[in-house]
């Protein structure tokens, strides 16, 4: 049996976690920050769809948003607010808001939101079982709406 904090639960702050984020960014350079937190999102994400059983589903796209959501959102662990998944073409776009990874950031920072985006990419792949190439298009902290993802087929 995993080991259960009594007093505190399972929630830390962002600032403990945006904490994380800069000292391996210090360590390892932003390239190298981006790769591993990328893939610790994607394995992230591949468990949360597993948790639902939603792995291998093939859910409809245009239900992924409010599933997502339940486990990531409000309602969750609170990484992001999924705002929409939509196909666009071959390419599957998801619009997030109040990401983890864009917290306590000042305007016009080059903040990426690796994290949050390799968690909607795991996501994404175990529940299509497709491989994807993801980017992040859009910025709250560059004067985007949204924090936009876009994860093209491979």
Request: glycine share 12%; hydrophobic share 40%; with cysteine.
């Amino acid at each position: 049996m995993a080991y259960q904090r009594k007093e505190l639960g399972d929630f830390s702050s962002v600032v403990c976690f945006k904490a994380v984020i800069t000292g391996v960014e210090d360590t390892l350079g932003p390239d190298g920050a981006a790769v591993v937190f990328t893939r610790a999102g994607k394995m992230r994400g591949q468990t949360v769809v597993k948790d639902l059983g939603l792995a291998g589903s093939n859910m409809p796209v245009e239900d992924m948003a409010a599933a997502l959501d339940k486990a990531v959102g409000k309602d969750g662990t609170r990484l992001a607010a999924i705002k929409s998944v939509r196909r666009e073409g071959d390419n599957i776009v998801v619009d997030t808001t109040d990401t983890v990874c864009s917290a306590g950031e000042e305007e016009g920072s080059d903040r990426q939101c690796t994290f949050t985006m390799g968690a909607v990419w795991g996501a994404l792949e175990g529940i299509t079982g497709q491989t994807f190439l993801g980017e992040q298009t859009e910025s709250v902290l560059r004067g985007g709406q949204v924090d936009r993802f876009v994860f093209s087929p491979l």
